[in-house]
């Protein structure tokens, strides 16, 4: 009898605690990994999943490469999902002073080669795709200004022209460029090397002198008004390589023989050009081509919510993000609020194309001012103090999650519990969110409450987002039917 009734009890203790567990609405425990949040009982605390509506829009902003950024050339001529992109870069190259002279009696120099050296500093995209390199002669009506750093995604707002090939077209394996370099003038690693043509040795090393266009800078600059880079956009070039101008490693490299007067022994000797942070100019265009894409049909300029959104680094796309109910919430304690971001796969591409073309180390999460046309942060949650943005508890990072079906798929999260305890305490403003992959971008800083009444301009660098044009993603959108994008909220009712 005694038996029976603590079975009846058991089993009543386990009914109703069944009852309970499928009463409860809690999901995953939260993805950010940080701060101490309480578990979510269903009496207690709670968690519930708020509706984001998202459409993606084609990023207008200018973007500037400066001399200090690494520069890019490259093309990728086989993304489905993305398009094409084709980068090229303009410079000068000078000696290290003027008035300048080839050292030796003019006479006796005779012309060995002109080799142009650019400091590789990595890739974007496919390395077993070979690359056709060009070099070009900029025209002396389209000189680059030093003084001006170039829109990126603008070429045509300051052209820059060119007047013919300066060497023969270049096949670079892009696998070889860390072999190392090695020959009685240096060591090195990381370099490519392209032989100008020998008639282009020749006006270098013998008929520019002190007397002509090695007088002076902006004489030099007369005759010759520098290089430009650039990769023929024809398959099956899909690589985007990335340069440092102002490293040892960048330079043009003149070889000749001499003697001085008398002298019987003739000797090979170089001299160097560089790129100098003072005088040159340089100027990196990158053009996208979206025709044909699949992201093509999905740019809006209107309101058009999407299941799928992209995101490209700049000069790219960003994508609008707006949570319609967010304003309507009752006051409560709000232990974490945070907006969770997945990729959408390409299960064609899986281990292909969706493993060169890697998502953006970085996406940015904003609000857009289009008063001023520009982005502010948001409020409370993106502080900065001395040490920079605190993008490790904001969060923005790519991270890799695995899922059913998938070993790796990339997620992004951000950690939005400030703002949303503002809104439901305060009834602070809700506000229309933009999530973009910046590289040198700025940013309209408001201080945290109670001091966010006056802003300052802090500036993104690429440490702080991404190498510009370095990632793309598709992401989920608000209304995918798997990896939805989604603004998940833990809180305490208040009684």
Known sequence: MVLNFKLRRAHLSLFVLLLIVASCTRITTTELGSGLIPAVDGVNTLDTIMEVITDNFDDPDTTRIYRSNKVIIGAITNDPIFGRTSASVNFELYPNSFPFFIPGTKDSITVDSAVLILSYRGIYGDSAKPLRLRVDEISTN?????????????????????????????????????????????????????????????????????????????????????FSVKVDAVNPANAL????????????????????????????????????????????????????????????????????????????????????????LSNRIIHRAELIAEQVPDDNNLLTLDRYFEAPRSLLLSIYDSVNKRKRSIPN?????????????????????????????????????????????????????RLSAPSNDSLSYFPPYPNGFISQMYYLSPTQGNETSA???????????????????VYSRLY
């Open 381 to 433: 949650d993106f502080i900065i103090d001395q040490s920079g943005p605190n993008l490790l508890t904001f969060g923005g990072f790519a991270s890799l999650k695995s899922v059913p079906g998938y070993d790796r798929i990339i997620n992004y999260n951000f950690n939005l519990s400030r703002y949303v305890q503002g809104i439901v305490t305060r009834k602070d403003s809700s506000f229309v969110l």
């Open 142 to 226: 389209t000189p680059l200004n030093p003084f001006r750093a170039y829109p990126v995604n603008h070429p045509n707002v300051n052209p820059v022209n060119t007047i013919g090939s300066l060497a023969n077209p270049f096949d670079l394996d892009i696998r070889t460029i860390k072999d190392s370099v090695k020959n009685r003038y240096e060591k090195a690693t990381n370099q490519i090397r392209i032989k100008l043509r020998q008639d282009v040795a020749r006006r270098f090393i013998k008929d520019y002198d002190s007397t002509n266009a090695y007088r002076s800078d902006s004489t030099f600059r007369s005759f010759f008004a520098g």
């Open 241 to 328: 390589l990335y340069l440092n101008l102002q490293d040892t490693n960048t330079k043009l490299a003149l070889y000749y023989n001499s003697s001085t007067t008398g002298a019987t022994v003739r000797d090979t000797n170089v001299i160097y050009f560089r790129f100098s942070p003072i005088i040159s100019g340089m100027a990196n265009f990158v053009t996208r081509n979206r025709s044909g894409a699949e992201i093509n049909s999905r740019l809006t300029t209107t309101s058009k919510p999407d299941s799928l959104v992209y995101v490209q680094a700049e000069p790219g796309t960003y994508v609008r993000i707006r949570i319609p109910n967010l304003g309507q």
């Open 471 to 489: 990632g793309r993603v598709r992401l989920g959108g608000g209304s995918h039917s798997r990896f939805r994008m989604r603004l998940r909220i």
